[in-house]
């Protein structure tokens, strides 16, 4: 029996109610496959050890967790530490040296969730974002000069490098030919960035011609929130910069009926380091405690952990056990209109997978 070794950073607010919940359902789910199981490890890295320590992770964190197979990632954010500081000092601190470049955003409107788009009913809104996930508008290029003084200056410089746009791209290709639609939108703003988004619509007509079955088009990301919201059906997969695709793929989760319930993995697809999978939601301190928050964005992370573990199989059943409970409004948490708590959200999907009958 193959035991996988699952590191699990909580992080702060929400993150410990969602992950324990997630670690919930992967049990229910060994159990239920029988073929396979999970190793837990807790890290208790986040804003509560960064005030204590001064620190969000041990010096040696990286270590701790590079011989996992997986990391499941909760939230990182409270209302004392600034959002960049909490930021950098733990998830960027994992995605970048780990080289998770890519990171893939489905949305999809799931059973008994309602789109805010009038027309909308689900098949077709079915998308897949991929986001460049180590340098562009995040590479933390930049700096201030004149603190304080009336002539203060700042920058953040975005960073496009050739071998990072070239792999995010061939990721995204390649993940567009694998989808029956084979359709893949390049988001750009070629025409107001006349330097690195050049560059990008260059590598992305060079990489384009490796993959002749793909239909590909390019958007301009202002153009594209439009698109989203009017013709929801003429999109499939979509690769965009880092922050591009970062509002992108929030606009997607509120369209898809709420942002509880989006997914994301943070891959390294050479698997030279683990990868890490994590809800989009932030920390929402504001129902931290409460037992209301919504556990279908970690589920669907888990979905995908399981996915990249190669677990298909496993990560089928549990999709449609989320699908079978999210049908059912009398478990929708609030953030989706409904009255349910996480435990209850939990139980029924632990409960849907021993009783999937499905091979
Ligand atoms: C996301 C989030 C983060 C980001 C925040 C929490 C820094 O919005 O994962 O989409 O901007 O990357
Ligand atoms: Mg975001």
């Known amino acids: 029996m193959t035991t996988y070794k699952i590191a699990a950073i909580p992080g702060d607010g929400i993150g410990g109610e969602v992950i324990s919940a997630g670690v919930e359902v992967l049990h229910a789910l060994a159990k239920r496959e029988a073929s396979f199981g999970f190793h837990v490890d807790h890290f208790d890295w986040g804003s509560e050890r960064y005030k ?12 701790l967790i590079a011989g996992h197979d997986a990391i499941l990632f909760g939230s990182a954010g409270a209302p004392d530490v600034p959002d960049h500081i909490t930021l950098w000092g733990l998830r960027l601190a994992i995605c970048q040296p780990f080289d998770q470049y890519a990171n893939v955003r489905p ?13 909308v009913t689900g ?3 079915d998308w897949v974002i991929v986001r460049e996930n180590s340098e562009g508008e995040y590479a933390g290029v930049g700096g201030r000069v004149h603190r304080g003084l009336p002539e203060e200056a700042a920058t953040d410089v975005s960073m496009f490098t050739r071998a ?31 330097h690195a988004m050049v560059m990008w619509d260059e590598i992305a007509a060079e990489v384009a011609a490796e993959f002749p079955d793909v239909t590909w088009d390019k958007m301009l990301v202002d153009a594209m929130t439009m698109r989203m ?8 997969t979509v690769v965009a910069t880092n922050l591009h ?4 793929s929030e606009l997607a989760a ?13 891959l390294n697809p050479e698997r030279k380091f683990p990868s890490m999978f994590e809800p989009i939601h932030g920390s929402a301190f504001d129902i931290m405690g409460k037992g209301i928050a919504n556990p279908v964005g970690t589920f669907w992370s888990c979905v995908m952990m399981l996915e990249h573990l190669g677990e298909a199989k496993a990560a089928a059943r549990l999709m449609r056990a989320i699908e079978r409970v999210t049908a059912d409004p009398s478990l929708h948490t609030p953030d989706l209109g409904g009255k349910a708590t996480t ?13 999937d009958n499905t091979a």
Not at 167 to 177: E, P, V
Not at 229 to 236: A, E, H, K, M
Not at 343 to 355: D, F, H, K, S, W
């Open 107 to 119: 949305t999809r409107i799931l059973p008994g969730i309602t789109s805010p788009l009038r027309a």
């Open 164 to 194: 990072g746009v070239a792999r995010i791209m061939r990721f995204a290709f390649r993940l567009a030919q694998s989808r029956p639609r084979k359709l893949l939108t390049v988001v750009t703003k070629s025409n107001a960035q006349r």
């Open 229 to 236: 919201v009017l013709r929801p059906g003429s999109i499939d």
């Open 123 to 125: 098949p077709e809104l």
């Open 254 to 266: 509120a369209l898809a009926g709420s942002l509880g319930i989006a997914p994301t993995a943070n």
């Open 245 to 248: 695709a970062d509002i992108l």
């Open 343 to 355: 435990a209850q959200v939990t139980a029924a999907v632990c409960n849907a997978l021993l009783g």
């Open 52 to 63: 204590k320590t001064g620190a969000f992770m041990p010096e040696n964190g990286r270590e």
